[in-house]
């Protein structure tokens, strides 16, 4: 059997800057290292299951949680059920990205979220938006269906329930969320909408233009200057809920002054980075610390004795 200690999927649609970043640390450390490309993904998941090559870590940046069919999805199945550390692990990271599942477990822990409507999607075809409704939502609203990303299937400009079923048309789901729209103040003329990273406990703070998808890291004088020094203590509260170990987060602070989680895990974070594609790729120096930290948040668990 051939052994790796550290295997990670493709992330299809990024550079390969944080992979080699991840190669390094890897070769560093004295760790092997095996990327499952598309070409060997097949293959891989065979020898895998006949027990010809195993993994200590995998570190799962591509698959398709809404998918079991997917090859991707299966793999990191089969990995985790042969005893593979996984980050992060099939079931915890499907509970984190399914939006629906996880909002009242954060209103439970006393999250601030957008008010939400939670549609089923056999109801999609035939539901009724009370006056109740209307008045929770506003007008407008914004619809985003329960296992997507991308944006794909998100309504931003919704204001019936004709554009919740356009956005199951779009993007089928097992369920929709139809939330209050929530509008970032300025701080210095930029929108106060924030994405931060979590990696093994460290976190990138990063502006976010939620109107031009742009990143712009945030640097500590400003998050002292400006009144932001909440974000790190909801994203690890975040982390804490989700037993998630690598994801991003959103959030917004808005004119009244409160910090509200908007899109509330983002798994597999993409890691295009912004020398690649300045219009919408993350600060090189946020990949470069994120492959970082998870590099070394492997060894630590490859060193952990059982």
């Known amino acids: 059997m051939r052994i790796y200690d550290l295997v990670m999927t493709h992330q299809l649609d990024a550079d390969d800057f944080f992979i080699h970043r991840v190669q390094q640390h890897c070769a560093e450390r004295g760790l092997n290292f095996f990327l499952i490309d598309p070409e060997w993904v097949e293959a891989f998941?065979?020898?895998?299951?006949q027990g010809k090559v195993w993994a200590k870590v995998l570190i799962n940046m591509h698959s398709e949680h809404h998918r079991p069919d997917d090859i991707y999805h299966r793999l990191v199945r089969l990995a985790f059920?042969?005893?593979t550390r996984v980050i992060d692990p099939p079931d915890i990271a499907r509970e984190a990205f399914d939006k629906a599942a996880l909002h009242?477990?954060?209103?439970?822990?006393?999250?601030?979220?957008?008010n939400t409507v939670i549609v089923p999607g056999g109801?999609?075809?035939g539901f009724i938006l009370t006056d109740a409704d209307r008045a929770k939502l506003g007008a407008p609203f914004v619809v985003k269906p329960s296992m997507g990303y991308g944006k794909r299937g998100v309504i931003l400009e919704a204001t019936s329930v004709e554009d919740l079923q356009r956005s199951q048309r779009e993007w089928p789901d097992a369920r929709y969320l139809l939330q209050e729209r929530i509008v970032p103040r300025l701080l210095d003329g930029k929108p106060a909408y924030f994405r931060v990273f979590f990696a093994f406990?460290?976190?990138w703070f990063t502006w976010w233009n939620c109107f031009t998808d742009q990143y712009r890291r945030l640097l500590p004088e400003e998050i002292k200057a400006c009144g932001l020094e909440a974000l790190s203590e909801i994203v690890c509260r975040l982390a804490s809920v989700t037993r998630m170990n690598f994801f991003s987060t959103e959030i917004a602070l808005t004119e009244e002054g409160e910090f509200v989680l908007i899109d509330y895990v983002n798994d597999q974070c993409h890691m295009l980075t912004q020398s690649a594609n300045p219009a919408i790729g993350?600060?090189?120096e946020i990949?470069?610390?994120?492959?970082r930290c998870l590099v070394q948040?492997?060894?630590?668990?490859?060193?952990?004795?059982?």
């Open 201 to 203: 406990g460290t976190l």
């Open 81 to 83: 059920d042969q005893k």
């Open 104 to 114: 009242p477990r954060l209103l439970a822990a006393g999250f601030r979220l957008p």
């Open 282 to 284: 993350v600060p090189d």
């Open 45 to 49: 998941y065979e020898k895998l299951r």
């Open 297 to 306: 948040g492997a060894q630590q668990w490859i060193h952990q004795k059982p």
């Open 123 to 125: 109801e999609a075809e």
């Open 287 to 291: 990949v470069a610390g994120i492959a």
